[in-house]
């Protein structure tokens, strides 16, 4: 039988900003500085939100999807950093924004980061279509080309 190898060099962290959201990252930082990998944060701008701009727009309102776009990366973007970013030491690490379905953008971003590893939360930004029709954790554990650690929310963690 021919030997397997393995290199995890690029962790990737998908969060919502939901109270998941630590319990997810420190898994994802601990594992990174273990591994001596990057560490790729992905936040997805639901574009299921921004139908209700276009929907605006066509009714003649001053409406842009671009500008709101650009709007919550740059508050998302200095929550991250503050919170999550500033806390990395000794391994590289990045914040990623995609906009479209959160489960399909993460998906993408496997492909386009080259991530070897996704460590994510069970739970997130739940509704109820997410209840009836799967969540976007489940979608990604059963679509994802790489190994995806499931990570539990706080109520069963000890963090440091």
């Known amino acids: 039988m021919e030997e397997c190898t393995v290199k995890l060099s690029r962790i990737m962290a998908p969060l919502d900003l939901s109270g998941y959201s630590e319990t997810t990252f420190v898994h994802a930082l601990t594992l ?3 591994l001596k990998a990057e560490l790729v944060i992905v936040n997805v701008i639901n574009s299921r ?5 276009d929907h605006l727009a066509a009714e003649g309102y001053s409406v842009s999807r671009e500008k709101y776009v650009e709007t919550v ?4 973007g200095g929550i991250f950093e503050k919170e999550y970013l500033s806390r990395v030491k000794g391994v590289p690490a990045r914040l990623v924004f995609r906009v479209g379905l959160p489960y399909d953008e993460i998906l993408k ?8 590893v996704v460590v994510m939360g ?3 930004r739940t509704n109820l279509a997410g209840t009836l029709f799967g969540t976007t954790a489940e ?9 995806v650690f499931s ?3 706080p109520e069963h963690c000890r963090l440091p």
């Open 139 to 147: 979608k990604v554990f059963r679509r994802a080309t790489c190994p």
């Open 32 to 34: 990174a500085e273990a």
């Open 122 to 124: 069970t739970k997130g």
């Open 49 to 53: 939100g921004l139908d209700a701009l």
């Open 151 to 153: 990570v539990r929310g």
């Open 73 to 76: 990366k740059n508050e998302r």
């Open 109 to 116: 971003a496997i492909a386009d980061e080259k991530i070897d």
